[in-house]
């Protein structure tokens, strides 16, 4: 088949897509057929031979021309079913050639799709390697930032140093000129301990000394000395850490007779962390807490509830033991940080921290004079203080882990873990007595009238000295377990009663004339109980536990 080119006219393109789509579909059609039509041609070869074979040969007659025939009609059969085969061959590879066609259209759209694909990836590229470009610029400018702050920092590491090798050489100085101080004052000290030991020999301390002991209102004087500067003075008002208004004494109300509790009035969550020390101020109407998280805590007592009032920190670690002095302005706390620490209950800076144990101290308490201070340790030492000059006058070796003490100006009464009660006269640094206890001895107490002692020891009971007589009494109780080994006991104000928290939560009061249990205060405390006071004015007890909660009972 053949087509003729026609050019088309200027008229419309629509003609001339027509003409080319005919000029392909003819293409494809002729390239279809032309197996077909090739032997379709051979075929007619055959037959216009076989024509004029027949014209110019005679004609047979008879049964020849009948066999020539038979022959003839079975070629043309033969022809017949090859052209029929064509056919169908034709047809299956014209299917074949469509398949192929639609196959490559998938093939071709698919190309394009991973080409767009390409493209967008090429252009994240590109966004990407800008934004890189970007970062880079940023790093390298951090990077010249972060030598210059090296830089910076180096210098005034190098100058931190310097000034640290300054202030050691001043301190160092200082504690020159301080004990070259000290050695003055300590011989003159030497001269007086000697005449005083030559009196104590002709008459050595007793319990009935220490119990007739008086009570001194001022600090010992020191042998005049020459002056001398300190580069680090603490500030002072009137030589004193209170103010001139504030060392009067301020009395309390005084208790004729204690009222055992019967019921909580009040109950709070007071530490974020356990409660190891309380104590009643001895005014009865200020109350103070310590706690492993290293605080201490103010509370104002009003009609039977607790006030937050203020907070006193600067400790290391957690607070082992309080006590006010008789003012009721200062607060003195033991801790587990080697050293004792003084507040005024206006300010909750300490305004004095006594250090020179190697071990925690586990309390702290007055002497007779409130410039006058003694620590028990668990490095087995007493440790006598000055708060006028915060330092350490005197040393004693106890033998054993001090738990808790009581003292007087002249003695002191120390508990300890070996199962001893022991008596120390502070004029000669020597234990003058013994007394054995029950097992580890937890807490020390002494009553008002100074006449019976209260110990508290691990074996699940409380111990009634008499320090007169040496007679002893021992208070238990069904279910009272001590529950730690720093569980405090005290006195009622009055030394009629006492009271001790126990492990199983409850607060155990017995009568001190007959040793009988008064009461259990239970349900207020689901951990062990650490410490209990009662107020001076015999009205409240307050404990608290290793779970951070406070009760403050009465019997109202």
């Given at each position: 088949?053949?087509?003729?080119?026609?050019?088309?006219?200027?008229?419309?393109?629509?003609?001339?897509?027509?003409?080319?789509?005919?000029?392909?579909?003819?293409?494809?059609?002729?390239?279809a057929?032309?197996d077909?039509?090739?032997?379709?041609?051979?075929?007619?070869?055959?037959?216009?031979?076989?024509?004029?074979?027949?014209?110019?040969?005679?004609?047979?007659?008879?049964p020849?021309?009948?066999?020539?025939?038979?022959?003839?009609?079975?070629?043309?059969?033969?022809?017949?079913?090859?052209?029929?085969?064509?056919?169908?061959?034709?047809n299956?590879?014209?299917?074949?050639l469509?398949?192929?066609?639609?196959?490559?259209?998938?093939?071709?759209?698919?190309?394009?799709?991973?080409?767009?694909?390409?493209?967008?990836?090429?252009?994240?590229?590109?966004?990407?390697?800008?934004?890189n470009?970007g970062?880079k610029?940023?790093?390298?400018?951090?990077?010249?930032?972060?030598?210059?702050?090296?830089?910076?920092?180096?210098?005034?590491t190098?100058?931190?140093?310097e000034?640290?090798?300054?202030?050691?050489?001043?301190?160092?100085?200082?504690a020159?000129?301080?004990?070259?101080?000290?050695?003055?004052?300590?011989?003159?000290?030497?001269?007086?301990?000697?005449?005083d030991?030559?009196?104590?020999?002709?008459?050595?301390?007793?319990?009935?000394?220490?119990?007739n002991?008086?009570?001194?209102?001022?600090?010992?004087?020191?042998?005049?000395?020459?002056?001398?500067?300190?580069?680090?003075?603490?500030?002072?008002?009137?030589?004193?850490?209170?103010?001139?208004?504030?060392?009067?004494?301020?009395?309390?109300?005084?208790?004729?007779?204690?009222?055992?509790?019967?019921?909580?009035?009040?109950?709070?969550?007071?530490?974020?962390?356990?409660?190891n020390a309380?104590?009643?101020?001895?005014?009865?109407?200020m109350l103070?807490?310590?706690?492993?998280?290293?605080?201490?805590?103010?509370?104002d007592?009003?009609?039977?509830q607790?006030?937050?009032?203020?907070?006193?920190?600067?400790?290391a670690?957690?607070?082992t033991?309080?006590?006010?002095?008789?003012?009721?302005?200062?607060?003195?706390a033991?801790?587990?940080?080697?050293s004792?620490?003084?507040?005024?209950?206006?300010?909750s800076?300490?305004k004095?921290?006594?250090?020179?144990?190697s071990?925690?101290?586990?309390a702290?308490?007055?002497?007779?004079?409130p410039?006058?201070?003694?620590?028990g340790?668990?490095?087995?030492?007493?440790?006598?203080?000055?708060?006028?000059?915060?330092a350490?006058?005197?040393?004693?070796?106890?033998?054993?882990?001090?738990?808790?003490?009581?003292?007087?100006?002249?003695?002191?009464?120390?508990?300890?873990?070996?199962?001893?009660?022991?008596?120390?006269?502070?004029?000669?640094?020597?234990?003058?007595?013994?007394?054995?206890?029950?097992?580890?001895?937890?807490?020390?107490?002494?009553?008002?009238?100074?006449?019976?002692?209260?110990?508290?020891?691990?074996?699940?009971?409380?111990?009634?000295?008499?320090?007169?007589?040496?007679?002893?009494?021992?208070?238990?109780?069904?279910?009272?377990?001590?529950?730690?080994?720093?569980?405090?006991?005290?006195?009622?104000?009055?030394?009629?009663?006492?009271?001790?928290?126990?492990?199983?939560?409850?607060?155990?009061?017995?009568s001190?004339?007959?040793?009988?249990?008064?009461?259990?205060?239970?349900?207020?405390?689901?951990?062990?109980?650490?410490?209990?006071?009662?107020?001076?004015?015999?009205?409240?007890?307050?404990?608290?536990?290793?779970?951070?909660?406070?009760?403050l009972?009465?019997?109202?």
């Amino acid at each position: 088949m053949s087509c003729v080119a026609v050019k088309p006219p200027s008229g419309g393109r629509w003609k001339v897509d027509v003409i080319r789509q005919l000029k392909r579909r003819d293409q494809r059609q002729h390239e279809a057929f032309s197996d077909l039509i090739r032997h379709y041609s051979r075929m007619l070869e055959k037959s216009s031979i076989s024509a004029g074979f027949l014209r110019t040969a005679r004609v047979p007659s008879g049964p020849e021309s009948l066999s020539q025939n038979d022959r003839l009609k079975t070629m043309t059969g033969e022809l017949a079913c090859q052209v029929v085969a064509l056919q169908q061959e034709l047809n299956i590879k014209q299917k074949v050639l469509e398949e192929q066609q639609s196959r490559l259209a998938g093939a071709q759209q698919g190309a394009s799709g991973a080409q767009a694909e390409e493209q967008a990836l090429q252009a994240r590229a590109a966004g990407v390697q800008a934004a890189n470009a970007g970062l880079k610029r940023e790093y390298d400018a951090l990077l010249l930032l972060h030598a210059a702050a090296d830089a910076r920092v180096r210098a005034e590491t190098q100058r931190g140093a310097e000034l640290l090798e300054d202030v050691i050489r001043h301190k160092q100085q200082a504690a020159a000129r301080l004990n070259s101080a000290n050695e003055r004052r300590s011989r003159a000290r030497q001269v007086t301990l000697q005449k005083d030991l030559r009196a104590a020999q002709e008459t050595p301390i007793t319990m009935d000394t220490f119990l007739n002991s008086p009570v001194s209102t001022s600090p010992p004087t020191d042998p005049p000395e020459r002056a001398h500067t300190r580069p680090f003075r603490r500030k002072r008002r009137g030589n004193s850490v209170c103010s001139v208004d504030q060392e009067a004494f301020r009395p309390g109300r005084v208790c004729v007779s204690a009222r055992v509790p019967v019921r909580a009035r009040h109950s709070l969550d007071a530490h974020e962390q356990g409660i190891n020390a309380v104590r009643f101020s001895s005014s009865s109407d200020m109350l103070a807490t310590g706690g492993t998280d290293r605080v201490i805590k103010l509370w104002d007592v009003q009609a039977g509830q607790l006030n937050h009032r203020g907070t006193l920190d600067g400790s290391a670690e957690g607070i082992t033991s309080i006590e006010f002095d008789q003012t009721g302005f200062k607060v003195l706390a033991a801790s587990y940080d080697k050293s004792a620490l003084l507040w005024r209950i206006d300010d909750s800076v300490p305004k004095v921290t006594l250090t020179g144990h190697s071990r925690k101290v586990t309390a702290a308490r007055f002497r007779g004079c409130p410039q006058q201070v003694v620590t028990g340790s668990a490095d087995r030492t007493l440790k006598l203080w000055d708060l006028q000059k915060a330092a350490c006058v005197s040393t004693l070796q106890v033998f054993s882990y001090c738990s808790d003490l009581v003292c007087s100006e002249n003695a002191v009464i120390s508990g300890h873990f070996d199962g001893q009660i022991r008596l120390w006269d502070t004029r000669t640094a020597s234990c003058t007595l013994e007394l054995p206890a029950q097992g580890k001895v937890t807490s020390l107490d002494l009553c008002s009238d100074l006449r019976q002692l209260l110990s508290c020891c691990r074996d699940d009971c409380l111990q009634l000295l008499d320090l007169r007589g040496n007679n002893r009494m021992t208070l238990r109780a069904e279910g009272f377990k001590c529950g730690s080994d720093s569980t405090k006991a005290v006195f009622s104000p009055d030394g009629r009663y006492a009271a001790a928290g126990s492990a199983d939560g409850g607060v155990y009061i017995w009568s001190v004339t007959n040793g009988d249990l008064q009461t259990c205060l239970s349900g207020k405390h689901s951990a062990s109980i650490s410490a209990v006071s009662w107020s001076l004015s015999g009205d409240y007890v307050v404990s608290v536990d290793k779970s951070r909660r406070a009760v403050l009972w009465s019997d109202i």
